[in-house]
């Protein structure tokens, strides 16, 4: 892989219609379905098929691939029904329920309309209940400080080779991972694979991948906008 240090790039195509993929990467649908919305602004704008608030910077596209060593919820199916949740302080958005499997694969999509970058985004898997309240089964942070960093230098990069690792991030105490976590230019994208390990629970990771969408007309991650 390609060290950063002789590496230059010109970002391109970040912008595409933005969709909310469910069904285990089957048909797609508009994004917000099942969650809160992409906003509660009366003064809304239109772009690619989404309604984006006045104050929306840009959208954070997450791959949710799959998870690893879930818990057990169901003691007499010796199983779980998992599913994914994801929320900000406004915005709440879920994958589809996996049957009866403690290594789900999702392979789901969904997108957050961003306001603050410092804004906190929380993901929690739960096991579905057919008949009581869904139970919990962990729940980690996604820090988006290292690939906002990266990101940030998408304009002043001109050639990228396929695969360059922009930054290599660390598990911490500040942060959730529980392995090494590379920031990639890929395929004319930056993208960050993540694989978190939760937390209240005696055992269970959960691999996305992460991806900031510029819109036209919005501030993005330009701080001269």
Known sequence: MTNYGVCVARVRGL????WRRGGGCGARR?????GWGLAEAQEKKKNNNVFVAMDTLGLLRIRVRRGYNLIVRDKIASSSDPYVVITTTQQKVKTNVVKKNCNPEWCDEVSLSIKDLN???ELTVYDKDTLGADDPMGTAEIDLKPYLE???LRKELQ?????????KVQPSGTNDLADESRILWENGRITQDMRLKLRNVESGEVLIQIEWV???GCKGLDPDF
Do not use: F, H, M, Q
């Not at 508009?30 to 099942?34: E, N, W």
């Open 119 to 121: 804004d906190s985004i």
């Open 15 to 18: 912008c595409a219609g933005v």
């Open 30 to 34: 508009p994004y917000g379905t099942g």
């Open 159 to 167: 050639e990228l080779p396929n695969g360059c690792a922009l930054k």
């Open 214 to 216: 510029d819109i036209p």
């Open 150 to 152: 990266a990101a940030r």
